[in-house]
C-alpha cells in the first residue's frame, strides 16, 4: 500500500518534483477532491444567488456581510493551530514504524547461541522463532485493520501456522481479560531457560543476550499497543478541524466578488471562480487530510504501512535464519586483496571519475597562511627558547616594589623558586645517581644540599635524647620487635609541590 517514489527523485534535476504531481494513487488529488468540490459548489451557488436572484436591497446586505466575513477571517489562527498539529502527527506516524516488531537481531542471536544440528536444536530454533512472529501477529492484528482482516480469529492465526491447538488451549485457559500478545514471549522465555539446561545454550552470557534482544522485541510490541491505545488529545484535533472548517466557511462568504460599481475598497474586479482562495483551500484542507491520514497508518489508506507484507517477510526470513542458514558456512578462501597493500574496490566506467576526487580530510585543509603568521610569538622579543620564558612570566606577575621590604622578600622568594625548580627538575637524576655510588662505594656528587645551605633552609639534625630511659619489659612481656630505620628521603619527586609555605617562614 506504501507509494514509493524514490527512484524518481534520485537525482536534482529541473523540475524534478514536477513528474510527481501526475501521480494519481496516495496523491492530494485523491484526497481531496470530494471536498474542493463541494466547496467550489457551495461559493457558485451563493455568487449565483448574489447576481441573479437577491433584490437590491438584499444586495446590499450581502455585500455587507461580505466585507464583514472578509475583514474578520484573518482572526483565526489557521497557519499556527495546523502547523503544530501537522507537525505533532508525521512526528507520531514515523516512531510508530520505528516501533515495528522486526525479528533480524534476534533470529541472528537465537542461530548463534542455540546450538545443535539434530532435530531438537532445530525444533528449539524453529519454536523461539514462531513465537516471536506470533507475538508480532497478535499484536498487529490488535492495531491493524489489515491484519485483523486476514486473521479476524484465534482459528485463523492456528490454521495460518503461527500456533498449535495445544498452544492455543494454553492461551485460551489463561484467565485475563487484557490483550495477551506477550504470552509468547514468555512461551519464548520458558524454553530458552529449558535449552540452557540442556546444554543448547551453552553459557549464561549467551541466555542474557537472548533474553535481552527479546525484551527489545516485547518492548516493541508494548509500543504499537499504546500508540493504539493513547491518541494525540481528542481536544486538539477538533480544535484544528473547527479552525479549518470555520475559515473556509468564512471564505466561501468573506470571498465573493462584488458588484465593481458599489466602488467597495479592493473589489475592483469581478470574476466567477476565486482562483487563489481555491488554492488556499487546497493548501490548508490538503495539510488537515495529511494529518487525516497518517495519525493512524495502521489502516487501509494508499500510504499506510503494509504490515501484512511484514508478518509474512518476517516469518519467511527468521525461518530461513535459523533453519536451512544455520552453521551452514561457505570454505574460507583469502579474499581477492589479500596481498594488496591497499585495497581498493574497481569501479565501472560510469563511475570511474569518482577515482580521481580527492578524500576528504577536514575543513580546516585549505586553509592558507602566510609565512611569517606561522612563526611563534617570544614574550617581549626575548632570543631564548620557548621553555624557558615562564620565569619571565611569573616576575611580571610579582608585584616587587624597589627598594622596600616586601620587595625583597618577594624577590629572594622568587629566586629560591627558581633554585628549587633547578634542583627538583635533576631530582630523578640525583636519585639514580645516588643510589650508583651508593652500590659503588663512592659518594654521591650532588649539589642540591648547597642550595638548603645557602638559604639557610637545611633540616636541623635531631639532638640526642637526654630524658630517662623507658622502663625495662617484664619476663611476661613479650620481646621487642626490632624495625629498621628507613633511609632519609632524597630529593621531593618533581610533579610534588614545593614547600614554599615553610620556606616563606624561613625568610621571614
Keep these: 500500500m506504501t507509494v514509493t517514489y524514490t527512484a524518481r527523485v534520485a537525482n536534482a534535476r529541473f523540475g524534478g518534483f514536477s513528474q510527481l504531481l501526475l501521480l494519481w494513487r496516495g496523491s492530494i488529488y485523491k484526497l481531496l477532491w470530494r471536498e474542493l468540490l463541494c466547496f467550489l459548489g457551495l461559493y457558485m451557488a451563493l455568487s449565483a444567488a448574489y447576481r441573479f436572484m437577491l433584490a437590491e436591497g438584499h444586495k446590499r446586505y450581502f455585500e455587507k456581510l461580505v466585507i464583514y466575513c472578509d475583514q474578520y477571517a484573518s482572526l483565526i489562527p489557521v497557519s499556527f493551530v495546523l502547523g503544530f498539529y ?9 516512531s510508530q514504524y520505528l516501533c515495528m516488531p522486526l525479528p533480524d537481531a534476534l533470529m541472528c542471536i537465537v542461530s548463534g547461541t542455540v546450538h545443535g544440528r539434530d532435530e531438537r536444536g532445530r525444533l528449539y530454533r524453529r519454536t523461539l522463532m514462531r513465537y516471536a512472529g506470533l507475538s508480532a501477529v497478535l499484536i498487529l492484528r490488535s492495531v491493524s485493520t489489515a491484519v485483523f482482516k486476514r486473521f479476524p480469529t484465534m482459528d485463523h492465526v492456528v490454521e495460518a501456522g503461527f500456533m498449535t491447538r495445544e498452544e492455543r488451549k494454553k492461551f485460551e485457559n489463561l484467565n485475563s481479560s ?102 488556499q483551500f487546497f493548501f490548508y484542507a490538503g495539510w488537515l487530510k495529511v494529518a487525516e491520514q497518517l495519525i493512524n497508518p495502521f489502516g487501509e489508506d494508499d500510504d499506510d504501512f503494509e504490515t501484512n507484507f511484514l508478518i509474512d517477510r518476517n516469518f519467511q526470513v527468521s525461518m530461513l535464519a535459523v533453519d536451512e542458514m544455520y552453521d551452514d558456512l561457505a570454505m574460507l578462501e583469502k579474499d581477492l586483496y589479500w596481498d594488496a597493500a591497499e585495497a581498493r574496490a574497481p569501479y565501472t566506467a560510469a563511475t570511474a571519475f569518482l577515482r580521481l576526487q580527492p578524500s576528504f580530510q577536514g ?129 621531593a619527586p618533581p610533579w610534588l609541590p614545593s614547600p614554599i609555605g615553610e620556606e616563606e617562614e624561613n625568610l621571614a
Design 178 to 279: 487484557y490483550n495477551k500478545y506477550w504470552v509468547p514471549c514468555v512461551w519464548f522465555s520458558n524454553l530458552a531457560a529449558q535449552a540452557r539446561r540442556e546444554g543448547r545454550i551453552r553459557d549464561n552470557g549467551s541466555l542474557k543476550l537472548l533474553l535481552e534482544e527479546l525484551t527489545v522485541f516485547r518492548g516493541k510490541c508494548a509500543m504499537l499497543f499504546h500508540y493504539d491505545w493513547i491518541s494525540i488529545p481528542l481536544v486538539y484535533t477538533q480544535v484544528v478541524t473547527i479552525a479549518v472548517y470555520s475559515y473556509f466557511l468564512a471564505c466561501v462568504i468573506g470571498r465573493q466578488f462584488l458588484d465593481p460599481a458599489q466602488g467597495y475598497k479592493d473589489h475592483n474586479l469581478d470574476l466567477f471562480v476565486p482562483v487563489f482562495t481555491l488554492l
Design 86 to 94: 501537522v507537525t505533532l502527527v508525521v512526528n507520531r506516524w514515523w
Design 363 to 491: 575543513s580546516t585543509f585549505d586553509i592558507t597562511l602566510a609565512k611569517e603568521d606561522m612563526q611563534f610569538e617570544r614574550p617581549d622579543g626575548a632570543d631564548v627558547p620557548l621553555g624557558e620564558a615562564h620565569g619571565d612570566f611569573l616576575q611580571r606577575l610579582l608585584p616587587v616594589g624597589p627598594g622596600t621590604a616586601a620587595g625583597s622578600l618577594l624577590g629572594r622568594r622568587l629566586s629560591l623558586m627558581r633554585r628549587k625548580n633547578s634542583c627538583v627538575s635533576e631530582a630523578s637524576t640525583a636519585a639514580s645517581c645516588a643510589g650508583t655510588s651508593a652500590l659503588d662505594g663512592v659518594a654521591p656528587e650532588c649539589d642540591c644540599g648547597d642550595l638548603l645551605l645557602d638559604s639557610g633552609l637545611r633540616e636541623p639534625e635531631l639532638e640526642p635524647h637526654t630524658g630517662p630511659e623507658p622502663p625495662a619489659p617484664g619476663p611476661d612481656a613479650e620481646p621487642f620487635t626490632t624495625v629498621p630505620m628507613t633511609a632519609p628521603r632524597g630529593p
